[in-house]
Structure formats: structure tokens, C-alpha cells
């Protein structure tokens, strides 16, 4: 099961950090999705669970990161120099497998999403 929290409104070039608690199973790879008004999903973000390896999509490169905190079982995605375009809902996901090539598909478990606004 996963829990998204954090979104909110903020203004362009503001930060925010999503938190999405995962529980009741292992995972092998995390990562944060997103879907805009009148779009379909998109990724935005993965990482392996043991945090070797993560990936982002190239119009978020440099502004966000993923994280996650092993303690709490929480991932995490930083947010920063946010931009009008990145208003969406944001989903974290998970997969119980790891593997190069790994993609949207790939993700069995999905969180309730959490509404991210930026204005202009």
C-alpha cells in the first residue's frame, strides 16, 4: 500500500517535497509518475530501492530528485524551481522487481496521487 502526501499550490520557481509511504510488502523499485490536466501519465522519476540507480525524465533533470528513507519506508521527491507546467497530479508507485529498461508498466502498486498547482 502507498500514501501520497505534500502537494499543494505554490507560485513558479517555488519547491515542494512529496512523501508517499509505502507499506505491507517489499519493493525493489520506487518512483513518482504525474498527470497533467487533459494528458496522460507521465514519468517523472524511478529509482531502485537500494538507491544505486534512479532516472528522470528530461524536462525535470536538475530541478527534482527522489529519494527515500529506508527507516521509515517513505520515497520521497524533492521538488525545486517549480514551473507552471509541472501542475499535475503526481502518483508514486512501486514495483516489485528491478531491471534495466523498467518503465510505467512495470509498476503493480500505485498510491492515491496528490495535487501539485504551480501558478504563474
Known amino acids: 500500500q502507498l500514501q501520497a502526501s505534500g502537494g499543494g499550490l505554490v507560485q513558479a520557481g517555488g519547491s515542494l517535497r512529496l512523501s508517499c509511504v509505502a507499506s505491507g510488502r517489499t519493493f525493489s523499485g520506487v518512483g513518482w509518475f504525474r498527470q497533467a490536466p487533459g494528458k496522460e501519465r507521465e514519468f517523472v522519476a524511478i529509482?531502485?530501492?537500494?538507491?544505486?540507480?534512479?532516472r528522470y525524465a528530461d524536462s525535470v533533470k536538475g530541478r527534482f530528485a527522489i529519494s527515500r528513507d529506508n527507516v521509515d519506508n517513505t520515497i520521497y521527491l524533492q521538488m525545486n524551481r517549480l514551473k507552471p507546467e509541472d501542475t499535475a497530479v503526481y502518483y508514486c508507485?512501486?514495483?516489485?522487481?528491478?531491471?534495466?529498461?523498467?518503465?510505467?508498466?512495470?509498476?503493480?502498486?500505485w498510491g492515491q496521487g496528490t495535487l501539485v498547482t504551480v501558478s504563474s
Open positions: 508507485a512501486a514495483s516489485s522487481s528491478w531491471f534495466r529498461g523498467i518503465n510505467e508498466a512495470d509498476f503493480g502498486s
Open positions: 529509482m531502485d530501492w537500494r538507491g544505486g540507480s534512479k
